[in-house]
T-cell receptor, first 114, second 114 residues
Framework: AQKITQTQPGMFVQEKEAVTLDCTYD???????LFWYKQPSSGEMIFLIY??????QNATEGRYSLNFQKARKSANLVISASQLGDSAMYFC???????????FGTGTRLKVLA | NAGVTQTPKFQVLKTGQSMTLQCAQD?????MSWYRQDPGMGLRLIHY???????DQGEVPNGYNVSRSTTEDFPLRLLSAAPSQTSVYFC?????????????FGEGSRLTVL
């Protein structure tokens, strides 16, 4: 069965510093996708970044990068140069190719300190 | 440029009442889904649909019904609301490509069952 684990319920980071949010996953499939979503206090879900299981390079989107370690089944989100607006809940999610059942982790609440 | 539209945004029900959460998308996505978000539990899949006339159960389907008569609409019905169904509900649709594609979320519907 698929599973996503986010072990950090809450994190603090100083403004302008980098922060890593952990995500580990479990799947027996070889082809899958990993996603990160941001949920600010306003409640909407915002897509941040995607990594395919066959992608050899780590995904990057602006200040977001995904540290993909396939052998360790980890897909950590790295936010560089944190901003106050990065304060939010962050969810890791995965999906196996050919299915439409996305599963989500329990989330990490990030607070950026001025 | 509406994307995924959910109504209502807020609803209070009494135990035993029924209601329908509406979800509509204008992106011609074949896949649509409903999630519920509870504190400490992330997002859990309730039901999903891969096209008009096709629906299937997710992780937590009990107490909910769905139907998909058109590509655009995917309503979620609570036939007899229970306090355990107090939650925030998200409708999401998928863009094609990737391993399943990025989920596009509605703004969420906060339901309280008294």
């Amino acid at each position: 069965a698929q599973k996503i684990t986010q072990t950090q319920p809450g994190m603090f980071v100083q403004e302008k510093e980098a922060v890593t949010l952990d995500c580990t996953y479990d799947t027996s499939d070889q082809s899958y996708g990993l996603f990160w979503y941001k949920q600010p206090s306003s409640g909407e879900m915002i897509f941040l970044i995607y990594q395919g299981s066959y992608d050899e390079q780590n995904a990057t989107e602006g200040r977001y990068s995904l540290n993909f370690q396939k052998a360790r089944k980890s897909a950590n989100l790295v936010i560089s140069a944190s901003q106050l607006g990065d304060s939010a809940m962050y969810f890791c999610a995965m999906n196996n190719r050919g299915t439409y059942k996305y599963i989500f982790g329990t989330g990490t609440r990030l607070k950026v300190l001025a | 440029n509406a994307g995924v539209t959910q109504t209502p945004k807020f609803q209070v029900l009494k135990t035993g009442q029924s209601m329908t959460l509406q979800c509509a998308q204008d992106m011609n996505h074949e896949y649509m889904s409903w999630y519920r978000q509870d504190p400490g539990m992330g997002l859990r899949l309730i039901h999903y649909s891969v096209g008009a006339g096709i629906t299937d159960q997710g992780e937590v389907p009990n107490g909910y019904n769905v139907s998909r008569s058109t590509t655009e609409d995917f309503p979620l019905r609570l036939l007899s609301a229970a306090p355990s169904q107090t939650s925030v509900y998200f409708c999401a649709s998928i863009s094609p490509g990737l391993e399943g594609g990025e989920l596009f979320f509605g703004e969420g519907s906060r339901l309280t069952v008294l």
